[in-house]
């Protein structure tokens, strides 16, 4: 006679679902809940700002078309991008001199301008749009004092203009900017640029030839986060610019809270989005680039 088969069932298909969620471990709970919020909070608003744009007041492309043809829009974003590429370079340019006097410094100056580069993180954005307003608005501090000495006839015009907005976002961003380029300075050999000099190199050629090249990662990254940062920026310009120097954040919020064209404002976003998206795609792959080892 055959032996007999035994088969073992296993457990109700109704109990593995539980059985499953029983098993997670702390760190995938966290990060279904992370996911969770991100979903609820971040993806399925713009979703519906991607939506609208289509659908209101008419289903249809018609939005992205009118804004393009728009004379308005496009003379904002044309501001938008002159005012973005000028503070992307005089931030960079800044925070690389800064940076390298960083590394350059003995310990005691090192801590004493590390902490006046954090300081202006602990202050309000809007603290310090008032406080460049009362430095330099015609009747402020600044005017004031050239007048007093007869360095001017008559009060310059520092703010409220485009001026006053790029000094306030060079401002805000620099710590952004100092921060990623010193770390990878930081990393950098002090010895490498006098082996250069030892070898027949000026104090110029080992600079732009082994100390600049190595320090292409850290610059590209400050590049990319003030990049970013400046096509988005609303309260300095709001502040700074006076109504005078309109950028796309702000005058997406004038569509939203003055004048209610949803249509315009969930198209500019929408098209907001997808510049910065391909900005992210771009930079970070000029980052690989920046990050692979200089060719000797």
Request: proline share 6%; aromatic share 8%; with cysteine.
């Amino acid at each position: 006679m055959s032996p007999e088969l035994t088969v073992k069932r296993g457990p109700p298909r109704a109990c593995r679902p539980i059985a499953l969620v029983h098993e997670w471990s702390v760190q995938d709970r966290m990060l279904a809940g992370s996911a969770f919020v991100l979903v609820a909070c971040y993806l399925v608003p713009l979703a519906g700002v991607v939506g609208l744009s289509f659908l209101v007041p008419k289903p249809g492309a018609g939005n992205y078309v009118a804004v393009l043809l728009n004379p308005t829009v496009r003379s904002v974003v044309a501001t938008t991008l002159w005012i973005s590429c000028l503070t992307v370079s005089i931030t960079v340019l800044l925070a690389y001199v800064t940076a390298y006097g960083l590394v350059q410094a003995d310990p005691a100056a090192r801590k004493l301008m590390l902490a006046g580069v954090l300081l202006p993180l602990w202050i309000s954005v809007l603290v310090r749009n008032y406080a460049w307003i009362a430095l330099l608005a015609p009747g402020g501090i600044a005017n004031g004092i050239l007048l007093h000495w007869g360095w001017l006839e008559h009060p310059l015009s520092l703010v409220r203009n485009t001026f006053g907005v790029v000094l306030g976002m060079v401002h805000y961003m620099l710590p952004y900017a100092i921060l990623p380029i010193y770390a990878q300075m930081a990393q950098i050999e002090g010895a490498l640029p006098q082996v250069a000099r030892s070898l027949g190199a000026n104090r110029r050629q080992a600079f732009i030839r082994v100390f600049l090249p190595l320090s292409r990662p850290g610059v590209a990254a400050a590049t990319f986060i003030t990049s970013i940062m400046s096509l988005g920026f609303y309260l300095t310009p709001a502040i700074l610019g006076g109504g005078k120097t309109v950028m796309m954040a702000e005058f997406i919020s004038v569509q939203v809270t003055e004048t209610l064209r949803w249509d315009i404002a969930t198209t500019l976003s929408t098209l907001l989005l997808l510049v910065t998206g391909g900005l992210v795609w771009r930079f970070s792959h000029l980052l690989d680039v920046a990050m692979a080892k200089p060719k000797t």
